[in-house]
């Protein structure tokens, strides 16, 4: 359970923090808590593994990886575990999931393929299907970003 | 794009995570990278600027702050992909929102305090565009969730 000054906190952070000197007295004043407590309950929220990552958020098709394809694989249920690892350890992997199967749908383990370009993504799940031995998948390239923010938690208004 | 510079690219590697929890959190990045305080400072303003950096904040595990999450795709008409991406994004859960080259041609994440309440806005939106073939697509394990892109 969070306590209502941790939703306070995690309400203060998950947004865009300022490019200041002193960014947590700002937050602290904005929220009405101290600094000290704010850095103390900050830290509380990453040692129980709260917050999973701090920091900053990149524009990847700014800063380098042109390219991203979602790629729906389908795998023998009994080697989910085995084949689940083994994707999850390409660098070019950034999420790695088990998604039930539907109807029409028949897809269980998605990955995201990072790359610099489409093929260079298309290679990549080439070189994973092969290493895993699953052939049945499909890359789902981004075409259109729709929407891309990050979750409000615990809004005020 | 221009090739970022060596420098931003080391601010960049350092920032992605454990951003420093301390009084000046520029000054701890600024020792560690034998930069001044101040010169981290403007480049990571700069950086921002350019729309390199989206944010600096928090990204929180939803299932830990009372919340779940899941991956929905959905099989929309060409004429009908304006009304339903309004309509879906509208959703303060609705995070991330792409088109993707499939018949299942839009592919949007959303975090919710309860399923319940997601099945319900799916149904929402459904009635409201038309649209009727949803995958409802709950991570049933997480293999992976990177913190990090090496620059």
């Keep these: 359970m969070l306590t209502e000054i941790e939703k306070r906190v995690i309400a203060s952070i998950q947004g865009d923090m300022p490019i200041v000197e002193q960014p947590y007295r700002e937050i602290a004043h904005a929220i009405g808590?101290?600094?000290?407590?704010?850095?103390?309950?900050?830290?509380?929220?990453?040692?129980?593994?709260?917050?999973?990552?701090?920091?900053?958020?990149?524009?990847?098709?700014?800063?380098?990886?042109?390219?991203?394809a979602m790629t729906a694989w389908q795998v023998d249920e009994a080697r989910i575990e085995e084949v689940g690892a083994l994707m999850a350890a390409f660098p070019q992997v950034s999420h790695c999931y088990?998604?039930?199967?539907?109807?029409?749908?028949?897809?269980?383990?998605?990955?995201?393929?990072?790359?610099?370009?489409?093929?260079?993504?298309?290679?990549?799940?080439?070189?994973?299907?092969?290493?895993?031995?699953?052939?049945?998948?499909?890359?789902?390239?981004?075409?259109?970003?729709?929407k891309k923010t990050s979750m409000t938690y615990f809004p005020t208004d | 794009m221009p090739e970022l510079e060596a420098v931003d690219r080391a601010i960049l590697n350092r920032i992605q995570s454990n951003f420093p929890i301390a009084a000046r959190p520029y000054a701890v990045i600024a020792a560690e990278l034998n930069l001044s305080e101040k010169e981290i400072l403007e480049r990571v303003r700069a950086l921002k600027s350019a729309g390199i950096i989206r944010r600096i904040g928090g990204n929180f595990v939803p299932h830990k702050v009372g919340h779940v999450s899941t991956l929905c795709a959905a099989k929309v008409p060409e004429e009908k992909l304006a009304l339903f991406a309004e309509t879906v994004n509208r959703y303060p859960g609705v995070t991330h929102n792409?088109?993707?080259?499939?018949?299942?041609?839009?592919?949007?994440?959303?975090?919710?305090?309860?399923?319940a309440d997601i099945a319900a806005n799916l149904e929402e939106i459904a009635a409201a565009t038309g649209v009727t073939d949803i995958l409802n697509l709950p991570a049933t394990h997480v293999f992976k969730i990177k913190a990090q892109f090496e620059l």
């Design chain 1, 33 to 68: 808590i101290r600094e000290e407590e704010l850095l103390a309950v900050l830290q509380s929220l990453v040692d129980r593994g709260i917050m999973r990552r701090f920091g900053a958020t990149l524009r990847h098709q700014r800063s380098g990886f042109d390219a991203n």
């Design chain 1, 98 to 146: 088990r998604r039930d199967p539907k109807p029409t749908w028949p897809y269980n383990l998605y990955t995201m393929i990072h790359g610099t370009s489409e093929a260079d993504c298309i290679a990549t799940a080439r070189e994973m299907a092969a290493k895993a031995g699953v052939s049945t998948y499909e890359l789902l390239f981004s075409k259109e970003e729709l």
């Design chain 2, 98 to 115: 792409y088109r993707r080259e499939n018949a299942y041609n839009v592919w949007f994440t959303f975090i919710s305090p309860s399923r």
